[in-house]
Antibody
Framework: QVQVVESGGGVVQPGRSLRLSCAVS????????MHWVRQGPGKGLEWVAV????????NYIDSVKGRFTISRDNSKNTLYLEMNSLRVEDTAVYFC???????????WGQGTLVTVSS | DIQLTQSPSFLSASVGDRVTITCRAS??????LAWHQQKPGKAPKLLIY???TLQSGVPSRFSGSGSGTEFTLTVSSLQPEDFATYYC?????????FGQGTKVEIK
């Protein structure tokens, strides 16, 4: 049974930073690409970033490029999202998603809430 | 970026009804289309990937079809636990975009 558990959310002021973590168990973490997806309050899903199984490929949605950094530590089975220069519009539940197979998008974690507010 | 448009955005149906949701892509995405189900306050759950492959554990009343730019999710006989919001997602090219969602409510 694959388990995906996010942590690190909270309330932060605009312009500040926050780091999210995602612990994965039940599969060979180092063999799978990983993603972050977010969902603003009352809104739909928005794909944010991807990192390849070995960390050598990364891609981001335009609105977070230069501010967010996705990374992973395969020795700890953990995914990260470093978020800098946070904006009010980054307020969302952030989900960590395993790419269990090629273009097989799931399982999802339960999400962690990030609120950017002064 | 590839845009996905779902129709309808809202659907009212009864238990036992056959329900179909359509997802149209702004350009061809081959078969790289997934469907996710989300219940209030919960994380989304993968139902179908690569257009028509059922994720393990998903009931066979769910099915997917299509290719190119038009895709459908069908629930053959709606059950009480199926009332939720459904999202399509294209995995053809980054950014991997989602449709706006279709909320399925009880009539």
């Amino acid at each position: 049974q694959v388990q995906v558990v996010e942590s690190g959310g909270g309330v932060v002021q605009p312009g500040r930073s926050l780091r999210l973590s995602c612990a994965v168990s039940g599969l060979s973490f180092s063999s799978h690409a990983m993603h972050w997806v977010r969902q603003g309050p009352g809104k739909g899903l928005e794909w944010v970033a991807v990192i390849s199984y070995d960390g050598n490929y990364k891609n981001y949605i335009d609105s977070v490029k230069g501010r967010f950094t996705i990374s992973r530590d395969n020795s700890k089975n953990t995914l990260y999202l470093e978020m800098n220069s946070l904006r009010v519009e980054d307020t969302a539940v952030y989900f960590c998603v395993t790419e269990a197979g090629p273009r097989r998008f799931g399982p999802w974690g339960q999400g962690t809430l990030v609120t950017v507010s002064s | 970026d590839i845009q996905l448009t779902q129709s309808p955005s809202f659907l009212s149906a009864s238990v036992g009804d056959r329900v179909t949701i359509t997802c149209r892509a702004s350009q061809g995405i081959a078969s790289y289309l997934a469907w996710h189900q989300q219940k209030p306050g919960k994380a989304p759950k993968l139902l179908i990937y690569t257009t028509s492959t059922l994720q393990s554990g998903v009931p066979s009343r769910f099915s997917g079809s299509g290719s190119g730019t038009e895709f459908t999710l069908t629930v053959s006989s709606l059950q009480p636990e199926d009332f939720a919001t459904y999202y399509c997602q294209q995995l053809n090219s980054y950014p991997w975009t989602f449709g706006q969602g279709t909320k399925v409510e009880i009539k």
